[in-house]
């Protein structure tokens, strides 16, 4: 199923956080937090002004953000949990992600 946000709305895939401490110690799935970064896999066309005009999204495809603990409504398509959000929940864009972190995303 193809999805389009409206607006100024995005859809973000949790990026699932570290399996282990920095000391090696295992964190079982029941005590890990909800990750609060995502990659970016749509985005709707941007917001109006009063006068109408379009204001485009400065997010794109396949960018890695942050975002805040509580943002978005959680949504399930075609079997995968994403995260439908406004532009503005979005704290900022990752930039310099090593490759390593991208492969195992």
Same mark, same amino acid.
């Given at each position: 199923m193809k999805?389009?946000?409206l607006h100024d709305r995005v859809v973000v895939k949790r990026i699932d956080a570290e399996d282990k401490t920095a000391?090696?110690?295992? !964190? #079982?799935?029941?005590? @890990?937090?909800?990750?609060?970064?995502g990659e970016i896999i749509?985005? %709707?066309?941007?917001s109006r002004d009063e006068s109408g005009k379009l !204001? #485009?999204?400065?997010? @794109?495809?396949?960018?890695?953000?942050?975002?805040?603990?509580?943002? %978005?409504?959680?949504?399930?398509?075609d079997g995968e949990e994403l995260l439908i959000m406004k532009e503005s929940d979005i704290m900022g864009v990752l930039?310099?992600?090593?490759?390593?972190k991208k492969k195992a995303a």
């Open positions: 999805f389009r946000p000391g090696g110690i295992l !964190i #079982p799935d029941s005590a @890990k937090e909800k990750p609060s970064q749509a985005v %709707g066309p941007g !204001i #485009p999204i400065d997010l @794109k495809v396949g960018d890695r953000v942050l975002f805040g603990k509580w943002s %978005g409504t959680e949504v399930k398509l930039t310099d992600v090593p490759a390593a």
